[in-house]
């Protein structure tokens, strides 16, 4: 079946570019999700979209990220201006209606900065 | 600030033998927890879940247990399979909250 699509699956990027990360989720989802896990860390929030609400975004470690989700779908989150320490993998999760529903992920979209 | 701890980074079991994999909350709002596994090169995978009106949840080999008082869950795998080994994510949310808090996650390796 269908799950939460990520493209790409890698992205090497010289420090200074601009990468944009595209999530397709599972379709009929509402909310959407991006976290980020750095090497030998956790799992960190970034952003939530919630069906027509204005999105989370407290968990944008700076004003280089940004997200957008358009019609209540396909996700992309973009970073400016790479630095090495933005290097991680970015995964993206969709769930069905909201609290009390699990996360499902994709396989992430690992980012090296060089 | 970290709400949902998991102060074991790795854990190693034998085959057969009991997993249990602790994680610790601060945030008191919370009242709905949940269990994630992740393989190498995946994305985490749901395993189980618990709402705050229980203190255990069972699915096959696997339970979780939760202490509200304490702010304590546990995840249990009995017996414990060498395709259990994963890292394990505990994860916290609340109806007013709307996302979850995942905690750093426990490295299990089961050995035959």
């Known amino acids: 079946g269908a799950g939460v699509s990520q493209s790409p699956s890698n992205k090497v990027t010289e420090k200074g570019k601009d990468v944009e990360l595209r999530c397709d989720p599972i379709?009929?989802?509402?909310?959407l999700y991006w976290y980020r896990q750095s090497l030998g860390q956790g799992l960190e929030f970034l952003i939530y979209?919630?069906?027509?609400?204005?999105?989370?975004k407290s968990g944008l470690p700076s004003d280089r990220f940004s997200a957008e989700r358009t019609g209540g779908s396909v996700s992309t989150l973009t970073i400016q201006r790479t630095q090495q320490e933005d290097s991680a993998v970015y995964l993206c999760a969709s769930q069905q209606g909201s609290y009390n529903s699990p996360l499902h992920f994709g396989n992430g979209t690992r980012l090296t900065v060089t | 600030d970290q709400q949902v701890k998991q102060n074991s980074p790795s854990l190693s079991v034998q085959e057969g033998r009991i997993s249990i994999l602790n994680c610790d909350y601060t945030n008191s709002m919370f009242d709905y927890f949940l269990w994630y596994k992740k393989y190498p090169a995946e994305g985490p995978t749901f395993l189980i879940s618990?709402?705050?009106?229980?203190d255990k949840n069972e699915d096959g080999r696997f339970t979780v247990f939760l202490n509200k008082s304490a702010k304590h869950l546990s995840l249990h795998i009995v017996p414990s399979q060498p395709g259990d080994s994963a890292v394990y994510f505990c994860?916290?949310?609340?109806?007013?909250?709307?996302?979850?808090?995942f905690g750093a996650g426990t490295q299990v390796v089961v050995t035959p």
């Open positions: 979209f919630q069906g027509n609400s204005a999105p989370d």
């Open positions: 994860a916290a949310e609340s109806d007013s909250w709307g996302k979850l808090q």
């Open positions: 379709s009929g989802h509402t909310a």
């Open positions: 618990i709402s705050s009106i229980k």
